[in-house]
């Protein structure tokens, strides 16, 4: 196992950030969109934050929807937003971390997340990146009918 540290260095996200995780469920656990939520590995050391979504607000070509979300004690984040359907996926993501590729805060492009582009938030509090995702994921739904 490595030292505290280790993870800590200027190319790290750092250690997962638990008390923003659960702040983050305790949001999505009110949420009309959201069916239900799920730490992984468990909800006493949580590294990612699971939210499915719920089906009947998708057309039914959509199988299955989720966000998948991942906040680090530096204040970077991966909020992963996925749909699944018979016979591909669509999904973008929010990140912001170290990379070569892009700015720390960027935005993978649907429909397969591969284009990425730089990204301008107005706020990293993590409510505000959640509403700012949200809203992004109700568009979604509303193009998709």
């Known amino acids: 196992m490595g030292s505290p540290t280790e993870n800590s260095g200027p190319n790290s996200t750092g250690p997962p950030d638990r008390q923003t995780l659960r702040l983050l469920e305790r949001q999505l656990a009110s949420d009309s969109l959201v069916a239900e939520t799920v730490f992984e590995p468990d909800p006493y050391e949580p590294r ?56 720390r805060l960027h935005f993978h492009e649907p429909p397969r997340g591969s284009e990425v582009s730089d990204l301008e938030l107005s706020s990293l509090h993590p409510l505000d990146v959640y509403s700012n995702v949200f809203q992004a994921v109700e568009q979604r739904i509303v193009s998709l009918w």
């Open 48 to 103: 990612l934050l699971r939210a499915l979504l719920d089906s009947g607000r998708y057309p039914e070509s959509v199988t299955a929807t989720r966000v998948d979300i991942r906040w680090f004690t530096t204040d970077d984040f991966s909020i992963h937003y996925l749909e699944s359907r018979e016979d591909d996926n669509w999904e973008c993501r929010w990140d912001r971390h170290p990379n070569p590729h892009n700015t």
